[in-house]
């Protein structure tokens, strides 16, 4: 759990309107947290970040099941179906989606797992992406609408935001992908027609750019219907836009109604941001997104100085209770992340532009490999001897960028929280300003989150007879077969073994310098 970074300050920017309005009362304002490990990296990349332009990187999958970013010898990026579609289907099944608004000359997008991407793309896929003012307000930025709390009879304030996986997504006259709500933070891209894997995913730009001047440039679509000028939908022909009208946003149908006059204007009106400052020099800055992501009913809580992870509802024992997305640690897991909140869609996101330091040796866990990975929100759970989320350590592979979370018992709503560090560390001896003591107040207490390492024998042999649910012998209501270690992580195991095996342990320490050789030093996703 992060603590708080006092000397900054975050003034938060209003929500993005959502009918999803069920976790006021648990996500209050937070500001920017921290916790105390300095940045180990010195590596000429991060000692940049100590000078006074501070850039910051953005997370971007290149690689889901859903899609994969390709390059042209000619043309730019772009998306491609990574498995057969209907007509009507949701396009993004299994990524996530958000949007953010701060954006400066130097910032990047960090193409996590290009690597991958790169096998089926005719050029290599670039790890990094470079950003600019210009793609969020002409090229590349989403229109956002917004209530006025100074003007209630205007039509709203405007904004630009990029998206996330969005903005590389290419423009076509004959788009193969509509989006039917142009609000929620998922399951609002579907599928125009039945589309193949490999095929490239496009989208009428019309059906949220409305400027006829300041959106516009020659089409080369190729479509049997192409209109040969991309241009807002203020720039079409009256047939046009009679047939698009049922498939653009919102924004658009305020803007025509005003030029119509039939109708108040809208306000521009762009979110402003603190100075960017880093919590310690050479620590990277990094846009993640919020539980809103994943369509999780869970939000981010301050109490105090610390962040906390809560439920929204009610969840029953065995019940998934969210997911999230993870990936390799950045630069080898040797630098400090300033994790930064993105546009806050739902009350259960922190507000945009929090800040929330984590370290690999306090937050990331190992895997097997020996790899820290890292998992966004995921890395604000407390612990607890008696813990009320597992993970599913017998089932899913660590290597997938979706992990999930299961109730160990009952979860009522506004409940904080908590995983058993002991059986998800291993050795946490070396953490910064830890003293290691337990003070979860459980019955069954065991007086140490210091790593599974650290605990008696006895203790050790109980955490390793629990099923992956945490149900010890006789396993009532367990139905599939149990084996050693199914509620200890990949890594704890792996030392197991290897302590069995009298083999070199000095790589089983979670605060270990080394990293396993396999990983090359960049974003990937872990893909084998």
């Not at 006025?148 to 996986?165: N, Q, T």
């Not at 999780?296 to 024992?317: C, H, P, Y």
């Not at 990331?364 to 820290?372: A, E, F, H, N």
């Amino acid at each position: 759990m992060a603590e708080l970074l006092t000397p900054l300050v975050v003034a938060p920017v209003s929500s993005l309107a959502s009918s999803k309005n069920t976790t006021s009362l648990l996500c209050e304002p937070v500001s920017t947290a921290t916790s105390s490990v300095s940045a180990a990296s010195s590596s000429k990349r991060i000692q940049q970040r100590t000078s006074d332009a501070i850039s910051q990187d953005v997370l971007y999958p290149a690689y889901t099941d859903d899609y994969r970013i390709v390059k042209g010898s000619r043309a730019g990026l772009g998306m491609v179906a990574n498995r057969d579609m209907k007509k009507g289907e949701m396009v993004l099944k299994d990524s996530i989606e958000f949007l953010f608004a701060d954006v400066q000359e130097g910032d990047n997008i960090i193409l996590v797992g290009h690597e991958l991407a790169s096998l089926e793309s005719e050029v290599p896929v670039p790890s990094r992406l470079p950003l600019t003012r210009d793609m969020l307000i002409r090229t590349h930025g989403v229109p956002v609408l917004r209530e006025d709390p100074d003007d209630p009879e205007s039509a709203g304030i405007e904004s630009y935001r990029l998206e996330v996986p969005w903005m590389l997504l290419n423009h076509s006259c004959d788009p193969n992908v509509i989006d039917s709500s142009h609000k929620e933070p998922e399951g609002e891209a579907i599928a125009a027609r039945d589309i193949k894997r490999g095929e490239e995913l496009t989208y009428d730009y019309t059906h949220q750019y409305y400027d006829k001047t300041l959106h516009s440039f020659e089409c080369l679509c190729g479509a049997s219907n192409c209109r040969k000028l991309v241009t807002g939908f203020a720039g079409l022909s009256e047939d046009d836009k009679v047939r698009l009208w049922p498939h653009v946003s919102d924004y658009i149908k305020v803007q025509h109604t005003a030029d119509s006059g039939n109708g108040p204007k809208t306000r521009v009106q762009h979110p402003t941001f603190p100075e960017r400052k880093l919590s310690s020099p050479g620590t990277m800055r990094m846009v993640v997104p919020g539980p809103s992501c994943s369509g999780s009913e869970i939000a981010i809580r301050r109490n105090g100085d610390k962040f906390q992870l809560v439920a929204t509802k009610d969840f029953d024992f065995g019940e998934k209770v969210y997911q999230f997305w993870n990936f390799i640690w950045p630069e080898q897991g040797t630098v400090d992340i300033d994790m930064v909140a993105a546009s806050d869609l739902y009350d259960c996101d922190a507000p945009e532009g929090t800040v929330i330091r984590v370290t690999p040796q306090e937050h990331g866990v190992r895997d097997s490999m020996g790899r820290y990975r890292f998992s966004g929100y995921n890395m604000m759970l407390e612990h607890s001897c008696e813990p009320n989320l597992v993970y599913n350590y017998k089932d899913e592979d660590e290597e997938d960028d979706w992990r999930s979370t299961y109730a160990a018992k009952p979860i009522k709503r506004g409940d904080v929280l908590t995983v058993d560090f002991n059986t998800v560390w291993n050795d946490r001896s070396d953490v910064a300003n830890t003293t290691g003591v337990c003070q979860c107040g459980a019955k069954t207490c065991r007086g140490t989150v210091m790593g599974f390492s650290h605990l008696p024998r006895k203790q050790q042999e109980e955490l390793k007879s629990f099923s992956w649910l945490r149900i010890s012998p006789p396993y009532e209501g367990e139905t599939r077969l149990v084996s050693t270690g199914d509620a200890l992580s990949p890594h704890i195991n792996r030392c197991m073994k290897k302590s069995l095996d009298s083999t070199d342990v000095t790589d089983c320490s979670d605060t270990a310098s080394n990293v396993s050789s396999s990983f090359d030093g960049d974003l990937s996703s872990g893909e084998e």
